[in-house]
């Protein structure tokens, strides 16, 4: 079992779906709350439509995305408190239950977890694929 990550910050659509197909990624886990964007080609309706052309599934679940005072945590840089608040957020029953569905997903088929920041090390997804990692012992590559 795979399982990746990755993060479109200074990427184009097109070098995303590259990366997602070199890889082998069958599906992808959008793990952000709001699944917008300013950048063209990653708000959820056109992503998804463009993966699905590409031959990828898409699956947003909401319930693993960070809450806002995570997100603007994280975008100061102070990736400590964006981790003890999104660990508060993982003991919800609705991130309890999207961290089960991601986990069957990721189990099913290679998936890679998606979201914006480019570097996994001050990401959530990051905390999420350990927590997959921990439950099923699968690798996990940050593309």
Same mark, same amino acid.
């Given at each position: 079992m795979?399982l &990746?990550? $990755? %993060? +479109?910050e200074?990427?184009?659509?097109?070098?995303?779906?590259?990366?997602? #197909?070199? =890889?082998?990624?069958?599906?992808?886990?959008d793990?952000?709350?709001?699944?917008?964007?300013?950048?063209?080609?990653?708000?959820?309706?056109?992503?998804?439509?463009?993966?699905?052309? &590409?031959? $990828? %599934? +898409?699956?947003?679940l909401?319930?693993?995305?960070?809450?806002?005072?995570? #997100?603007? =945590?994280?975008?100061?840089?102070?990736?400590?408190?964006?981790?003890e608040?999104?660990?508060?957020?993982?003991?919800?029953?609705?991130?309890?239950?999207?961290?089960?569905?991601?986990?069957?997903?990721?189990?099913?088929?290679?998936?890679?977890?998606?979201?914006?920041?480019?570097?996994?090390?001050?990401?959530?997804?990051?905390?999420?694929?350990g927590?997959?990692?921990?439950?099923?012992?699968?690798?996990?590559?940050?593309?």
């Amino acid at each position: 079992m795979r399982l &990746a990550t $990755i %993060g +479109y910050e200074s990427a184009t659509l097109a070098e995303v779906i590259a990366k997602l #197909r070199a =890889a082998g990624v069958a599906v992808v886990i959008d793990v952000r709350a709001v699944a917008a964007s300013r950048r063209a080609g990653f708000s959820k309706t056109m992503l998804r439509a463009s993966l699905e052309e &590409a031959g $990828i %599934g +898409y699956e947003h679940l909401r319930g693993l995305g960070t809450p806002k005072p995570g #997100r603007e =945590a994280a975008r100061k840089g102070r990736i400590d408190e964006m981790e003890e608040i999104f660990a508060a957020h993982m003991a919800t029953p609705e991130a309890q239950d999207a961290l089960a569905l991601a986990t069957q997903i990721a189990s099913e088929r290679p998936a890679a977890l998606l979201c914006y920041e480019a570097c996994a090390a001050g990401c959530h997804r990051r905390i999420v694929a350990g927590l997959i990692r921990d439950a099923t012992g699968c690798d996990v590559t940050d593309l």
